[in-house]
């Protein structure tokens, strides 16, 4: 060591009181046996934090980066150096190291020199199980840091997924160290920083989560842990803004043991799980975390100096990859059970929803026969209050004036027709016939225009105004075809004319029918005040029921009859 000229036995782990750039310098002398130095070897170190130049008998043999004004180096990994043939001689040999030191620590290796073949295998065995594992854990922590805290994000609920997260981020955290290259000075104190919550957040979240997965509501225990983790970082920013030092050789194992301690009581919860219910996940959590206590506490001591096994690295990264391919395989496993649980659901929700179609098919078939049989009443009782209204007092009438002797035969005659056209208008309008309007004209038609044509008189139809599809309920079909029944029948009776004229149009806001002859005419409103039964006055009440307006003119020429009916329909009145 500069200006002490000490003799230490290796490796060397002190702390200094300030923080700054000074030059080190170590020398060690060992003899070598004959047949040791005729054989290939090499120079290996467990492992190496600030770089140096290391020089045999006055010949360079490896040169790592080491400290300067501007960074700070921080390696963490094993360095192994073939030595060329010849220069490690029999009897005595010098090996030098220089380099530079800014941070508050001083770490000198030990240093092993050999045969080349058994220190490549130590050096490949260490460099595996620190670094490379080191990589593989942070390649899988990272995805399931992604993963987990992506569901967390997704489900606010799913808490245990948010502590696995964070212990996965804290353990990326902890090993830049390991990738990170030399650091510029002024960024070394964040990056320390950076590295303990790592170092806290990896185990705080792995023993949350544990305790949370046994089914043990502790909030106390979430508590305790972040306020343990919160406390040294704030203690170590202020060491650094009052002191300028970044390493605190007292308080890291104080904090060390703390966190120990944490994982002792998730590892009793865990113990107590385990008795209870024997589940194959807490089981290997339970092995697991004795591991990381037991490699924890080696690699605590190794930061302060102290090395408890040969291997001289540190050994927590044997036991970081189990626990995370234990996470990953747990994942996968409660991923699985979900997709099953959501397809066993997707199960009952298709059974209860067939279950309710196939009632509500009972339910519609059911409704449906109640609506028939409501209208095939409805319609029986429509006919009959037709038949009672029109038919039925035609024929109580008729029979009476027959019984009296007030009828001719031909007056018989003539009221034994208008019943059966009263009669075929009804089925005509029939709910079971469908029939449009301008079927049911046509059907008027048909049967009048005999009469009428035996009588003399010749009739023009015109109904191509008249939509097809006019939607005019039965309700309201029968009354308009009586009107116009009861017009051509009077004209029949009394007009004494020639020709009768009957057309019928639609458009969007009426239909109208307009019919006229060139007969005698009468005086209507002489006829108005005289009429009984099926005259005038019967015409008017027909056409108040539909809501349309009726106008009847008549002269010497001839008398003309005009509905209008507007659309859309009003119910039936």
């Known amino acids: 060591m500069p200006g002490t000229g000490r003799v230490l036995e290796l490796p060397v782990h002190e702390h200094r009181s300030e923080r ?16 040791m130095a005729s054989s290939e070897n090499a120079l290996y170190l467990q492992i190496l934090h600030d770089g140096g130049v290391f020089t045999l008998n006055g010949v360079e043999v490896g040169n790592i980066p080491t400290a300067d004004e501007k960074k700070t180096v921080r390696f963490i990994r094993p360095f192994l150096f073939p030595l060329p043939a010849g220069l490690l001689r029999a009897g005595s040999n010098t090996l030098e190291r220089r380099w530079s030191v800014r941070e508050n620590q001083i770490l000198v290796p030990r240093m092993y020199v050999g045969q080349a073949d058994f220190l490549s295998q130590r050096f490949e065995r260490h460099f595996f199980w620190q670094n490379t594992m080191a990589q593989v854990s942070s390649v899988i922590a990272a995805v399931i840091a992604l993963i987990r805290l992506g569901l967390f994000v997704l489900n606010s609920k799913a808490r245990a997924y948010f502590w696995i997260g964070i212990s996965a981020t804290g353990w990326g955290l902890l090993n830049i160290a390991y990738f990170l290259p030399p650091v510029p000075v002024a960024l070394f104190p964040y990056w320390h920083l950076l590295l303990y919550m790592g170092i806290s957040a990896m185990p705080i979240g792995g023993w949350i989560f544990v305790v949370m997965d046994c089914g043990a509501h502790k909030p106390w225990f979430q508590k305790v842990c972040l306020g343990w983790a919160g406390l040294f970082c704030t203690i170590y920013w202020l060491n650094y803004l009052l002191t300028g030092q970044t390493l605190l050789p007292l308080v890291t194992p104080v904090w060390h043991m703390g966190l120990s301690v944490l994982g002792f009581y998730a590892i009793w919860v865990l113990i107590q799980t385990v008795r209870a219910r024997r589940q194959p996940r807490h089981v290997a959590f339970l092995v697991i975390a004795v591991s990381a206590i037991v490699t924890g506490t080696i690699d605590v001591a190794l930061m302060s100096g102290h090395q408890l096994l040969g291997f001289g690295g540190y050994t927590l990264q044997t036991v970081a990859p189990l626990w995370f391919i234990v996470v990953c395989m747990i994942l996968v496993t409660d991923f699985s059970k979900s997709i099953q649980a959501q397809q066993a659901h997707q199960r009952e929700l298709a059974t209860k929803l067939d279950a309710q179609r196939q009632e509500i098919e009972r339910l519609h078939a059911f409704e449906r026969q109640v609506q028939q049989k409501q209208a095939a009443a409805h319609e029986r009782a429509r006919i009959m209050q037709d038949m009672h209204d029109g038919l039925g007092s035609q024929l109580v009438s008729s029979l009476a004036m027959a019984q009296g002797g007030e009828l001719t035969p031909q007056q018989i005659y003539d009221l034994l027709r208008s019943c059966i056209d009263d009669l075929r208008l009804a089925i005509d309008t029939s709910t079971d016939s469908r029939d449009s309007l301008a079927l049911a ?38 009354p308009l075809l009586r009107v116009v029944q009861e017009t051509i029948t009077n004209t029949l009776k009394h007009a004494q004319a020639k020709t009768l004229s009957v057309s019928v149009a639609s458009s969007n806001a009426e239909l109208s029918i307009d019919i006229s002859d060139d007969g005698s005419g009468f005086d209507v409103k002489t006829a108005s005040q005289t009429a009984t039964g099926k005259g005038l006055n019967g ?18 020429s001839g008398t003309q009859v005009r509905l209008l009916l507007p659309l859309p329909l009003a119910p039936p009145g």
Do not use: C, Y
């Open 441 to 478: 004209l046509g059907n008027l038609r048909f049967r009048m225009e005999p009469r009428l044509k035996a009588a003399g008189i010749a009739l023009k139809w015109n109904t191509q105004g008249l939509a097809d599809d006019l939607p005019l309920p039965v309700e309201q079909q029968l």
């Open 539 to 556: 015409l008017n009440k027909r056409a108040r029921s539909l809501g349309a307006a009726l106008h009847i003119h008549s002269s010497a």
């Open 20 to 35: 700054k750039l000074i030059e080190l310098k170590a020398v060690a002398r060992f003899e070598v046996p004959q047949a």
